[in-house]
């Protein structure tokens, strides 16, 4: 809700310099435009030689991709032409990946035939080096989430599906990569989010909002975990997550998605709040299309969740769409806009263990959160020729958040802030040596503008630039080397220059056997939230500091991926060890040296090391299974104590059972005991003791009825949290118990 | 399909045996709570001045403060109510729920929050079993038991501070 006593005074001039300077730089890239020409071919499957229909063909290192149409065709057009050789990445969802260098004048026509493999491997990658590459390329480990586990699961936010991903914890709102962050009510969040390479942070607080996201349009969901500011500048401590959305088909495609569920009664008397089930619904429609040189993908939602707790009910809507236009042969426009809106209950924490389904009595449950979110973003591309394109990007991203409380009441909270982002990007192949050195570079600034109650009238802005170059021999090894600048030029903060290297190595030992390392720093800068909250709380008053430095952190890592065929059974084992040292992290403190507030401080220096294994196989071409385990050392090293709501090991196990129609599916989900917390917290929450190791299984049954009927509709029954678990996912909140839910899918 | 059965099979079993519920709500039976009772000794009428009083609250505390009430309740050391006894009265009572029992309670003690300060506290009352304010007492709470005190506040004779 926008407060016409705070209207945004929106610093226009270092935004208007930003854009200049990115529009110049771009322009000053685009300088030729050459001769060009199509490259085209064919897709089947390998058994049944049909179609394979949405398909994706990229060319490796480059903006050049194509799908293919209902006849199995696919064409990638407006190559340079001197485009000769490059290497094709043919991937779809349920097919292995199959990547090949072709000669782009010879193998005009070239045809592909995919395998099955219900266990994606394999999975092409944006994020890790903002350019296409396989996962098998990458120096770092990174995780996939394709669009059909996001579906599969019935996943409404985002992170119901990020609690799956090996490495990762959710603490309520708090992401964790490989223990890099605990909880602080997601205020500084440690992971950047991204959708397409845009930065999707909130300017006043510096968090994700996870139910603003087009989770209906997500082709896959990428995990790059470990330091990654050398790329993606502040809050890339634990790493990043990039949210790629799909691409549209010549085909229209209207597709839908219909659930609605109801949370079972709880075991014990004392937790019943009401005789009636609580219902979980929602509804996702979305529309695509390629025609001719435009492409768009446009989709709503409305969700509506009762909860599982007594006043934690919500309802939300979020709008999306993405327009690519090709302006030219090689220039195209894309503009994504995306919208969101909720109300929900402002449910904190229980009253008690005894009634951890209730709020605390003194609860006023007139009281609700209204939120929005608004984010706008524009991609130009100039592709010169097969050595070198350019991007321009550029957008707004706009937050706001309230409670209902009377502006004169002191619980009131209120606050909007909006994110101004330019990017200016650059790849170019040189020569060296008779061999190709692939650069990246570019030009970044974000202004963020925040008009608030809670931290009053604020800016914040960030100015970077950053190189990375990648040396590739072919079978030997690539080895990539970068770095970043960032400068925080907010007026009145003093910050020093952050420097973020990185260096990373991969070496292809044998076939389908890659060792990899690499060594990257992160930096986070403190959010608006942090430095500037002036709020009582609990009777505690929380004071502003301006002095917080950034966060830092530094990521050593080693590992190897290697797939292989045993008895004719697909193996992919991925091993990595982790070493992250963190400095100068930031957390809410009591301040006892005679006054007893609480203030944002640089307090905690950790080390976290640690280990990660996983295995994904198709075992007797009928069961699927995945599974990894990641074992971590998270200390504090101030106190050699565990570190703050960390695990210390978790284990993830998936399992698929295709049978004719039928697929059954079983995840599996454990964390150990969150050792310590805040004892802090005592003074607010009531029975913060009440944590347990984490045991959750869901399980569900999709009837796919094209199999049968050839109607392209599926149908599942999904049961999250099967055997009614009952734990924390965060002090004094019990996490969801056992949802049923049914859900219809389908597309004409 | 043997092979599969027998590899399904003692993955679910795992999954089934980890699965022992999770949290659930404390048996009365196990709980174990401390109820104390506080007695004005002089009533209402010896009460300091109403702008004065700002809270009265009941600290156990497992460790002494050696500084400072606060940073000992902020330490985890303590049980406290965290909202403020009844003012101006006869008589009250507070009641603890204690955590993880046995647990050792070493000083007992009825505070009074004098000003709007935080800081501000002071030590009105103290749990003693002989009676002598002087000579505060501890206390061992055992599993499933439930015990009941009573401490005497005089704002005219108070106790000694435990720093």
């Not at chain 1, 080096?129 to 996962?135: F, S």
């Not at chain 1, 957008?395 to 409670?403: F, L, P, V």
């Not at chain 1, 002191?410 to 650069?439: C, H, K, M, T, W």
């Amino acid at each position: 809700m926008i407060h016409s006593e705070n209207k945004m005074k929106i610093n226009t001039k270092y935004l208007n310099i930003s854009i200049v300077v990115c529009v110049v730089l771009f322009l000053g890239l685009c300088s030729i435009n050459l001769q060009a020409g199509d490259f085209s071919g064919k897709v089947f499957e390998t058994n049944t030689e049909t179609a394979l229909t949405g398909a994706s063909i990229r060319i490796e290192n480059t903006q050049y991709g194509a799908k293919v149409n209902s006849k199995g065709e696919f064409i990638i057009k407006n190559l340079p032409g001197n485009f000769n050789k490059a290497n094709l990445i043919v991937s779809m969802i349920g097919y292995e990946t199959i990547k090949k260098n072709v000669d782009l004048s010879a193998d005009n026509g070239i045809i592909f035939y995919l395998n099955l493999q219900p266990l994606q491997t394999g999975e092409v990658v944006v994020s890790a080096n903002k350019k296409v590459q396989t996962v098998q390329d990458v120096p770092i480990s990174v995780s996939v989430i394709d669009k059909r586990v996001l579906l599969d699961r019935n996943i409404k936010r985002l992170d119901e599906a990020l609690v799956y991903v090996p490495g990762i914890e959710v603490n309520q709102d708090d992401v964790s990569i490989r223990g890099s962050a605990g909880f602080s009510f997601g205020v500084g969040s440690r992971v950047t989010l991204l959708i397409d390479g845009f930065p999707m942070m909130a300017g006043d607080n510096g968090d994700i909002k996870f139910d603003a996201l087009p989770i209906y349009n997500i082709d896959r969901v990428e995990v790059v975990k470990g330091a990654g500011s050398a790329l993606w500048g502040t809050g890339a401590i634990g790493g990043i997550i990039n949210l790629t959305i799909e691409e549209p088909d010549e085909d229209a495609e209207i597709k839908y998605r219909v659930f609605s569920g109801f949370y079972t009664q709880p075991r014990y008397e004392q937790w019943k709040f009401t005789e009636s089930l609580n219902l979980s619904s929602g509804l996702n429609l979305s529309y695509s299309q390629k025609i001719g040189e435009l492409s768009l993908v446009t989709s709503g939602s409305l969700y509506d969740d009762k909860g599982y707790r007594d006043y934690d009910d919500s309802r939300r809507w979020n709008i999306f769409s993405k327009l690519a236009y090709d302006l030219f042969d090689n220039t195209r426009l894309k503009v994504y806009f995306n919208g969101a809106a909720e109300n929900r209950a402002d449910w904190v924490y229980w009253n008690s263990l005894d009634s951890a389904t209730r709020p605390p009595t003194s609860t006023d449950r007139d009281i609700r959160i209204n939120s929005e979110k608004y984010s706008g973003f524009g991609e130009l591309s100039q592709i010169f020729d097969e050595k070198n394109f350019a991007l321009l990007k550029f957008g707004i991203n706009y937050t706001s958040y309230n409670n209902s409380y009377q502006a004169n009441n002191p619980e009131y909270r209120q606050s909007e802030a909006a994110s101004f982002y330019a990017d200016v990007q650059g790849v170019s192949n040189i020569g060296f040596y008779g061999r190709n050195i692939n650069l990246t570079y570019g030009l970044t600034h974000i202004y963020t503008d925040v008009s608030s109650k809670t931290y009053g009238d604020r800016h914040q802005q960030i100015a970077s630039g950053y190189l990375q170059a990648e040396y590739n021999l072919p079978d030997l090894l690539t080895l990539t080397l970068g770095g970043r600048i960032d400068k925080e030029l907010t007026e009145g903060i003093e910050s020093d220059l952050e420097f973020s290297p990185k260096i990373g190595l991969n070496l292809p030992i044998v076939k389908d056997l890659t060792l990899r390392t690499s060594l990257g720093r992160g930096f986070r800068v403190a959010s608006v939230a942090e430095r500037y909250s002036a709020i009582f709380l609990q009777g505690f008053e929380v004071l502003p500091n301006l002095e917080l430095k950034p966060e830092t952190s530094l990521s050593v890592e080693g590992g190897l991926n290697w797939q292989k065929s045993i008895w004719e059974m697909p193996f992919e084992f991925d091993f990595a060890v982790f070493h992250n040292e963190l400095e100068n992290l930031i957390e809410p403190t009591f301040v006892t040296d005679g006054s007893a507030n609480i203030q944002f401080r640089n307090v905690v220096k950790a080390r976290i090391q640690g280990l990660e294994a996983g295995i994904k196989t198709f075992l007797f071409g009928s069961l699927g299974l995945e599974t990894s385990l990641t074992l971590m050392n998270p200390r504090d090293v101030g106190t050699d104590k565990i570190l703050n709501y960390r695990s210390e090991i978790l284990w993830y196990t998936r399992l698929l059972l295709p049978f004719n129609y039928f697929e059954f599916q079983l995840d599996y989900r454990y964390k150990s005991r969150v050792e310590n917390i805040d004892a802090q917290l005592a003074l607010i929450v009531s029975d913060t003791d009440a944590r347990t190791d984490v045991n959750v299984v869901d399980a569900r049954i999709i009837f796919d009825i094209y199999k049968l009927y050839e109607l392209p509709l599926r149908l599942s029954l999904n049961v999250s949290n099967l055997f009614d678990y009952y734990y924390t996912e965060m002090v004094g909140n019990l996490a969801r118990t056992r949802l049923i839910s049914l859900q219809i899918e389908g597309h004409f | 399909m043997k092979i599969i059965i027998s590899t399904i099979i003692p993955i679910i079993i795992l999954l089934f045996s980890s699965c022992d519920g999770g949290l659930s709500p404390r048996p009365e039976s196990d709980k174990t709570f401390l109820n104390g009772k506080i007695k004005f000794v002089k009533g209402i009428e010896n009460w300091p001045p109403e702008d004065s009083v700002i809270a009265i609250r009941a600290a156990a505390f497992k460790q002494m403060p050696d500084s400072n009430i606060i940073n000992s309740i902020l330490q985890g050391d303590a049980y406290f109510t965290g909202e403020s006894l009844p003012l101006f009265v006869d008589s009250s009572g507070f009641r603890f729920e204690i955590i993880n029992p046995p647990v050792e309670l070493v000083y007992i003690t009825i505070v009074w929050q004098y000003t709007d300060d935080i800081l501000s506290q002071r030590v009105v009352g103290v749990y003693s079993k002989s009676g002598n304010k002087n000579e505060h007492s501890s206390l061992i709470l055992e599993k499933g038991q439930s015990y009941d005190i009573v401490i005497e506040v005089d704002f005219d004779d108070l106790p000694p501070m435990p720093f």
